[in-house]
């Protein structure tokens, strides 16, 4: 079976985030769940259950990963990207945990 361009991430709550898979390799932890060699269900299924992590967070954590795609190699000054003060503290646990 040939990979798909896209994975699936699932949050604790069931919401579903279809993102590229290039993009969720920017995380150590996805990455390894996907290339792990094997037949785990993430890397032949491309879809990835977080059950620690809320929808609200794991959007949040898939909105950086595109902001650090687009800014990955980039020679001018990177905006600042925002996250709400009530959800730092999740989103730093939850990007810590996907090696971001």
Known sequence: MSESEYVTLE???GFQFVIHREVA????????????????????????????????????VCQYWYYKARHLNSVTEIPH??????YALETLMAADFLDT
Not at 38 to 47: A, I
Not at 81 to 86: C, H, K, T, V, Y
């Open 11 to 13: 949050s604790s709550d």
């Open 25 to 60: 390799m920017l995380s150590g932890t996805v990455k390894n769940m996907l290339s792990s060699p094997g037949h785990f269900t993430e890397s032949t299924e491309g879809v990835i259950q977080f059950r620690d992590i809320k929808a609200i967070i794991l959007e949040k």
């Open 81 to 86: 990207f925002e996250i709400e003060p009530e």
